[in-house]
């Protein structure tokens, strides 16, 4: 169950915050002193909460040492304990008609708790704006970043970005489209995250990463042992990723590796996520796809005129 509430820090202390007009006492989260103005933010378990997200500005008519937040509240501790469902998706590349899709599909699903991106939010498509705020917009979301967020930052910046062959007048075009007001929650995406449910731990990168963090050449042909290998030296319970958009999926007991393959793009008119079920006899994973219109959206391309529309239409999307 969400609720919005409003949420102070009391150094040293906790969490003190006011929910459906009733106030509660939450002990310090990890880390000791939770980052405030992080977006979208990161789920940090604690006994009976779970807080969600901060928002970065205080409302008005409150102290501005009170910020927004929204809070998990498990309906029964017991219920909280037998298991935890999220949602996964990634490299949604701007394409606002498949991520409705899937958006509408993981809300009518009980009990689902959060929603992780591996990152390329944006880039490929034409609705960059649309998507991250339908992303951005979500109490219970969160995302690593990917190469294209890397490549609009870099353009933002006035850096040259390491964009695909093919792409950088793409890359361009998407960044004089950004809504400027998505900036700072773009640059606030971390390269990985880590996040504790239950006894499992995940880890969630939009690729495999080398030593550097930096990401590693797509292998179009993993396979468990390969995986097994590169993560030898993790504790996590699953491997989260995306990039390759074909996707993988591999698990033993113990350890799970999946990437559902790309929600936004593909030479078919569906947008795959996973749902993933996290529990103590382990973790179930669904890999799932839904229809979406298509052919409009390849259509859009060319109705507005999209720079690259053409190179993209025929590599990504297998339209000659």
């Known amino acids: 169950m969400l609720a919005q509430g409003f949420l102070e820090y009391a150094p040293g202390s906790g969490w003190y915050c006011s929910v459906g007009g009733k106030d509660c006492y939450i002990p310090a989260l990890r880390p000791y002193c939770y980052p405030i103005l992080a977006y979208p933010g990161t789920a940090h378990e604690t006994t009976l909460y779970e807080i969600w997200r901060v928002e970065c500005s205080a409302r008005e008519d409150y102290d501005k040492k009170w910020q927004i937040c929204t809070i998990q509240v498990p309906c029964t501790e017991e219920k909280s304990a037998m298991t935890t469902k999220i949602g996964f998706i990634t490299d949604v590349h701007g394409n606002a008609p498949a991520l409705r899709a899937v958006l509408a599909e993981l809300s009518r699903e009980d009990d689902l708790c959060h929603i992780y991106g591996a990152g390329d939010l944006i880039g490929i498509g034409p609705d960059t704006n649309e998507v991250l705020d339908l992303l951005f917009g979500k109490p219970s979301f969160s995302s690593v970043a990917g190469n294209h967020e890397d490549c609009i930052l870099a353009l933002l910046a006035g850096e040259v970005p390491n964009s695909p062959p093919g792409m950088e007048e793409h890359h361009q075009w998407v960044a004089n489209e950004l809504d400027r007001r998505f900036v700072p929650q773009l640059t606030a995406l971390p390269r990985m995250l880590s996040p504790q449910h239950g006894d499992l ?110 190179f993209i239409l025929e590599r990504v999307f297998g339209q000659a």
């Open 201 to 310: 731990e995940l880890f969630i990168a939009h690729y495999h990463l080398n030593a550097e963090q930096e990401l590693m050449p797509i292998d179009p042909e993993p396979t468990l042992g390969k995986l097994e290998a590169h993560y030898a030296e993790s504790s996590a319970s699953a491997i989260l990723t995306g990039h390759h958009h074909d996707g993988h999926f591999f698990a033993r007991p113990g350890r799970t590796f999946l990437n559902p393959g790309a929600l936004g793009c593909g030479t078919h008119p569906a947008a795959r996520y996973a749902v993933l079920t996290l529990g103590e006899e382990g973790i179930g994973v669904e890999r799932r796809e839904v229809a979406y219109d298509w052919e409009r959206f390849l259509h859009s391309y060319r109705e507005r005129n999209v720079p690259g529309g053409e």
